[in-house]
């Protein structure tokens, strides 16, 4: 076997090593799992009791068996509310409903099967909550319709963050990038991920993508502790997943208003006798989301689905330049001439710095010479001028 021969042999092992290894090496997982023990009334384990696992929205089940000590687990399982059967020949079926799964969680269901016919079965449709006992990370996580109805200025999901204890917004003395320090972290030391995948500027680190809250089905913050598969960043993990279709239709459509017409004036535009700012924003859009049923499938449903989401904005804003409660107005002579007869401060600033004005005679009268006029603030301020005037 030639050289190029054995390149592209030994590149064609490398290629199926990688198919094969891609579950290992996949990105951070966005969803959860769920484990638990099944056991007798005796309290002996249950080996070989099969466990379905249905989503709820999407009616997609997957099925694993009991071990030899009664312990089971499904793996990788997407986010949402999910329906437990537990079976074994000569028991009663357990039934869990109405069992919602979070981000990064291993959510216990254990189960005691009575004996019995398997025609007959034990509904439990709720289950004290317990301790985590087998993911040792430190979080919180945000769900369901308060990311939706949470108050949140400029309908901003990653102010979420601040809802956890430990969470502060950036600071003064931390010069990095980022929104946000995680348990005393460093700002730009915060890895963002949307549905599992990385969502980093690769530049400053920073976020990339920031869906509208309408668009997200869960927010997690992972502050310490978090396991392996959450590398690059020691500062802090800030997940996000989006909403996914289901088997039935569903959608909101939104436009969230801001108007000065609703709005008091401020203060120091009532001193002045000045009208409210103008402020005119509508933040608006929907969600749209369903099955996808394909003919020629025998099975329709359960299978395909579909999510989109927009959200689109409008702003129209003006605001007063007040300095000290006073707004500054050039006149004419001012701008053109640099006279400001009569201003005290110019006056002492002209006295002090000859260079503006070398005539003490007309230092003292606070006018400036128009040839130590920066042509580049001349030109701004003639734009500001005409801008103003249109406005």
């Given at each position: 076997m030639n050289?190029?021969?054995?390149?592209?042999?030994?590149?064609?092992?490398?290629?199926?090593?990688?198919?094969?290894a891609?579950?290992?090496?996949?990105?951070?997982?966005?969803?959860g799992r769920?484990?638990?023990?099944?056991?007798?009334?005796?309290?002996?384990a249950?080996?070989?009791a099969?466990?379905?696992?249905?989503?709820?929205?999407?009616?997609?089940?997957?099925?694993?068996?009991?071990?030899?000590?009664?312990?089971?687990q499904?793996l990788?399982?997407?986010?949402?509310?999910?329906?437990?059967?537990?079976?074994?020949?000569?028991?009663?079926?357990?039934?869990?409903?109405?069992?919602?799964l979070?981000?990064n969680?291993?959510?216990?269901?254990?189960?005691?099967?009575?004996l019995?016919?398997?025609?007959?079965?034990?509904?439990v449709k709720?289950?004290?909550?317990?301790?985590?006992?087998?993911?040792?990370?430190?979080?919180?996580?945000?769900?369901?319709a308060?990311?939706?109805?949470?108050?949140?200025?400029?309908?901003?999901?990653?102010?979420l963050?601040?809802?956890?204890?430990?969470?502060?917004?950036?600071?003064?003395?931390?010069?990095?990038?980022?929104?946000?320090?995680?348990?005393?972290?460093?700002?730009d030391?915060?890895?963002?991920l949307?549905?599992?995948?990385?969502?980093?500027?690769?530049?400053d680190?920073?976020?990339?993508f920031?869906?509208?809250?309408?668009?997200?089905?869960?927010?997690?913050?992972?502050?310490?502790?978090?396991s392996?598969?959450?590398?690059r960043?020691?500062?802090?993990?800030?997940?996000?997943v989006?909403?996914?279709?289901t088997?039935?239709?569903?959608g909101?459509?939104?436009?969230?208003?801001?108007?000065?017409?609703?709005n008091?004036?401020?203060?120091?535009?009532?001193?002045?006798?000045?009208?409210?700012?103008?402020l005119k924003?509508?933040?608006?859009?929907?969600?749209f989301?369903?099955?996808?049923?394909?003919?020629k499938?025998?099975?329709?449903?359960?299978?395909?689905?579909?999510?989109?989401?927009?959200?689109?904005?409008?702003?129209?804003?003006?605001q007063?330049?007040?300095?000290?409660?006073?707004?500054?107005?050039?006149?004419?002579?001012?701008?053109?001439?640099?006279?400001?007869?009569?201003?005290?401060?110019?006056?002492?600033?002209?006295?002090?710095?000859?260079?503006?004005?070398?005539?003490?005679?007309?230092?003292?009268?606070?006018?400036?010479?128009?040839?130590?006029?920066?042509?580049?603030a001349?030109?701004?301020?003639?734009?500001?001028?005409?801008?103003?005037?249109?406005n």
């Open positions: 050289r190029i021969a054995k390149l592209f042999f030994f590149l064609g092992l490398c290629t199926v090593a990688l198919k094969f891609e579950p290992a090496v996949s990105a951070q997982n966005a969803g769920i484990i638990g023990n099944v056991t007798d009334q005796s309290g002996a249950v080996p070989g099969m466990v379905t696992i249905t989503n709820t929205g999407t009616q997609i089940s997957q099925t694993v068996v009991t071990d030899n000590e009664g312990y089971y499904a990788s399982l997407p986010i949402g509310t999910y329906g437990v059967v537990i079976a074994k020949g000569g028991f009663q079926k357990a039934v869990f409903d109405g069992q919602a979070q981000i969680q291993s959510l216990r269901v254990d189960a005691k099967l009575s019995g016919a398997t025609s007959q079965s034990v509904e709720e289950q004290v909550g317990g301790v985590e006992t087998e993911n040792s990370t430190i979080g919180e996580t945000v769900t369901g308060a990311i939706q109805q949470a108050p949140l200025n400029g309908r901003n999901a990653l102010n963050a601040l809802l956890q204890p430990g969470v502060t917004e950036t600071n003064g003395d931390n010069t990095g990038a980022g929104n946000y320090s995680i348990a005393g972290g460093r700002t030391s915060v890895t963002y949307l549905d599992g995948g990385l969502n980093n500027n690769l530049l680190n920073g976020v990339v920031n869906p509208n809250p309408d668009t997200i089905a869960e927010f997690r913050i992972l502050e310490s502790n978090y392996a598969e959450y590398g960043n020691g500062g802090g993990i800030i997940s996000v989006t909403k996914s279709g088997n039935e239709w569903h909101s459509a939104f436009d969230f208003l801001r108007n000065d017409a609703l008091a004036n401020t203060f120091f535009n009532n001193l002045n006798g000045l009208p409210r700012d103008v924003r509508n933040q608006y859009g929907g969600t989301g369903g099955p996808i049923t394909i003919p499938l025998v099975r329709g449903k359960d299978r395909f689905f579909f999510f989109v989401g927009y959200q689109g904005q409008r702003l129209s804003q003006l007063t330049n007040q300095v000290n409660g006073k707004v500054p107005v050039f006149t004419p002579a001012e701008v053109n001439d640099g006279n400001f007869s009569g201003d005290p401060g110019v006056v002492a600033f002209l006295q002090s710095h000859p260079f503006f004005q070398p005539n003490p005679a007309l230092a003292g009268q606070g006018i400036i010479d128009p040839a130590t006029f920066n042509p580049v001349v030109n701004l301020i003639k734009r500001l001028t005409r801008t103003t005037r249109t």
